[in-house]
Nanobody, 115 residues
Framework: VILVESGGGLVQAGGSLRLSCAASGSIRSVASMGWYRRAPGKEREVVAVMISAGTTYYGNSVKGRVTISRDNAKNTLYLQMDHLKPEDTATYYC??????????WGQGTQVTVSS
């Protein structure tokens, strides 16, 4: 499975970004997928996860500001992020697998939020 993120960039506080994660390869092995992030000097944290049955989970720090979605026809996972804050600055990673912990990870896409 290959996961490729895109959509990161520089945005002002209060702005929005939509991240995409294109999956290829053994798509059936990524029934569940999610987004994680790591800021400099901090541990990796979960942003949002979508379990195969459609259940979603959001990290407390982003709850109410982000939405995870998936287009199975395009084998693509999305993360819509609104009302971005400087503390959202991090490298965002897409991950997937049959269960958590996810075995498949993308290379990451940088999100920088300026104040």
């Amino acid at each position: 499975v290959i996961l490729v993120e895109s959509g990161g960039g520089l945005v002002q506080a209060g702005g929005s970004l939509r991240l995409s994660c294109a999956a290829s390869g053994s798509i059936r092995s990524v029934a569940s997928m999610g987004w994680y992030r790591r800021a400099p000097g901090k541990e990796r944290e979960v942003v949002a996860v979508m379990i195969s049955a459609g259940t979603t989970y959001y990290g407390n720090s982003v709850k109410g500001r982000v939405t995870i979605s998936r287009d199975n026809a395009k084998n693509t996972l999305y993360l819509q992020m609104d009302h971005l804050k400087p503390e959202d600055t991090a490298t965002y990673y897409c991950a997937g697998g049959r269960e958590i912990p996810f075995p498949h990870w993308g290379q990451g896409t940088q999100v920088t939020v300026s104040s």
